[in-house]
């Protein structure tokens, strides 16, 4: 009776011990944070080991949602939670995802102050270094993570953009602009979703404001990182997006073969996408220490 008391504490212990090892060093909660006029669906990511954490605020692009591109994000998170320490809140943009909002509201004003609001929620949270939070932004994502950068030095002490865009103008014809002068908005289509109602005010965005321009305020470091085989934003945006900054951690990470999307419609092993979130894991680790 004995030795099978002692069989079965050590079979007990054998199965916490590989329980313990297959519990995800991170857990995920939804939350909706309160921005006035409208609500923000998001995804928090926080490593679960005991300690404080640096976060970064995840944007994403024109049309997508907060896990992103084939769920880019969606496995992003985990990794820079579970392998690099860093929490992570994702966030819908007005009119995109679990959003209620009409995307009429969406501008490059709105953008920044949700992305603020995402920094300050997860800056409250009591397992957060709210003096080390990031940001971060995929093709549009990009364009407001370098304003909200730019306008908010204070906030955000490094940034990354996967494929940032600072010129829009490719998303806005002579056409467009003249039906939202017309109408106070214009009809964007996509192929992967229902077509969205955009502002006249975003048009005046794009048309009038150098985002660039608006980065130089920033004295943080910048990573950008862009697929060799891009042909929807231009590689070279990425040379001139780290060409602003003066910081010298800021740099380039060229993928090569990688598309806008970062090949996660064409690779089963996401190998390009994973080379992305080590690169932007890396960067942040560092940055934000």
């Not at 939670?81 to 943009?93: L, M, N, P, Q, S």
């Amino acid at each position: 009776m004995k030795k099978c008391l002692i069989l079965m504490l050590v079979l007990a212990l054998c199965f916490a011990s590989a329980a313990l090892a297959e519990t995800p060093g991170y857990v995920e909660t939804v939350v909706s944070i309160d921005a006035g006029d409208h609500q923000i669906p998001a995804t928090i990511c926080m490593p679960t080991a005991e300690g404080t954490y640096p976060a970064v605020v995840m944007l994403h692009g024109t049309g997508s949602n907060r896990d992103e591109a084939g769920n880019g994000y969606a496995y992003a998170a985990p990794v820079l939670a579970e392998k690099y320490g860093v929490a992570t809140i994702r966030i819908d943009f007005m009119g995109n995802g679990d959003s209620t909002a009409d995307y009429t509201g969406y501008t490059y004003a709105s953008a920044v102050a949700d992305a603020v609001a995402a920094a300050e929620y997860m800056a409250a949270q009591e397992n957060i270094d709210g003096a080390h939070i990031g940001v971060m932004g995929w093709s549009q994502g990009g364009t407001d993570a370098l304003l909200a950068a730019g306008e908010h030095p204070e906030i955000f002490k490094s940034v990354v953009t996967w494929a940032g865009a600072p010129d829009l103008g490719l998303l806005l014809t002579d056409e467009d602009y003249a039906e939202a002068q017309e109408q106070g908005y214009f009809t964007m289509e996509f192929d992967w979703r229902e077509p969205l109602n955009v502002s006249l005010q975003w048009c005046e965005d794009v048309k009038n404001i150098d985002v660039l321009d608006v980065f130089t305020a920033y004295d943080g470091p910048v990573l950008a990182i862009h697929g060799t085989e891009d042909t929807t934003v231009d590689p070279d945006w990425s040379n001139k997006i780290a060409g602003t900054s003066t910081n010298e951690a800021s740099g380039t990470c060229f993928i090569e073969g990688m598309d806008h999307t970062f090949n996660v419609f064409t690779e089963e092993d996401l190998h390009s996408l994973y080379t992305a979130i080590d690169a932007t894991g890396e960067f942040f680790a560092e940055t934000l220490k």
